[in-house]
T-cell receptor, first 110, second 114 residues
Framework: KNEVEQSPQNLTAQEGEFITINCSYSVGISALHWLQQHPGGGIVSLFMLSSGKKKHGRLIATINIQEKHSSLHITASHPRDSAVYICAVRSSGTGNQFYFGTGTSLTVIP | DAGITQSPRHKVTETGTPVTLRCHQTENHRYMYWYRQDPGHGLRLIHYSYGVKDTDKGEVSDGYSVSRSKTEDFLLTLESATSSQTSVYFC?????????????FGSGTQLSVL
């Protein structure tokens, strides 16, 4: 049973396209994080959301607490956006543990 | 970046040998985590710590132990390495709380058990 589901698993886009990655979760949460992992690289945090919407440059993240759903949007995609994007939720239950999606692998073609 | 360093970056070892991975932070954050990352799986929690000498098990803790004798260091030990423990290991820190909460990750350790 996966507490966090992401879609799509793989995504190929042309440079300049608008991209959406979805995350659904099944547990009560205190926070949701979007992470980025480049091939062979480390993991960096993009956003933390507990409600509403955040924007950073070409990246926009939204969350709907009632529907237990979050989306990550990339506007005007660029080849350097090619990476794995991971959704993680911090449970509001005992231990405040994090649960992670399996990631969405994005390839942006020039 | 929470001043987080993870060592070693790569390790090759033989089945049955003990292995220790180190996670070091410079900013006194309370929560530290050890995860493993395997193809087809999300990051899976091995153990975590919520303070000095305060640790708890995660979903894949069998064969692993941890210690946190100082705020800045969180050690992960494979007591007797097995081939199923070949994986990439990440240390993570939860920095700040509330609206400023952030997750910081170490660079990862590629461990191969032969």
């Amino acid at each position: 049973k996966n507490e966090v589901e992401q879609s799509p698993q793989n995504l190929t886009a042309q440079e300049g396209e608008f991209i959406t990655i979805n995350c659904s979760y099944s547990v009560g949460i205190s926070a949701l994080h979007w992470l980025q992992q480049h091939p062979g690289g480390g993991i960096v945090s993009l956003f933390m959301l507990s409600s509403g919407k955040k924007k950073h440059g070409r990246l926009i993240a939204t969350i709907n607490i009632q529907e237990k759903h979050s989306s990550l949007h990339i506007t005007a995609s660029h080849p350097r956006d090619s990476a794995v994007y991971i959704c993680a939720v911090r449970s509001s239950g005992t231990g405040n543990q994090f649960y992670f999606g399996t990631g969405t692998s994005l390839t942006v073609i020039p | 970046d929470a001043g987080i360093t993870q060592s070693p970056r790569h390790k090759v070892t033989e089945t049955g040998t003990p292995v220790t991975l180190r996670c070091h932070q410079t900013e006194n954050h309370r929560y530290m985590y050890w995860y493993r990352q395997d193809p087809g799986h999300g990051l899976r929690l091995i153990h975590y710590s919520y303070g000095v000498k305060d640790t708890d098990k995660g979903e894949v803790s069998d064969g692993y132990s941890v210690s946190r004798s100082k705020t800045e260091d969180f050690l992960l030990t494979l007591e007797s390495a097995t081939s199923s423990q070949t994986s990439v290991y990440f240390c993570a820190i939860r920095g700040a709380t509330g609206a400023n909460e952030k997750l910081f990750f170490g660079s990862g350790t590629q461990l191969s058990v032969l």
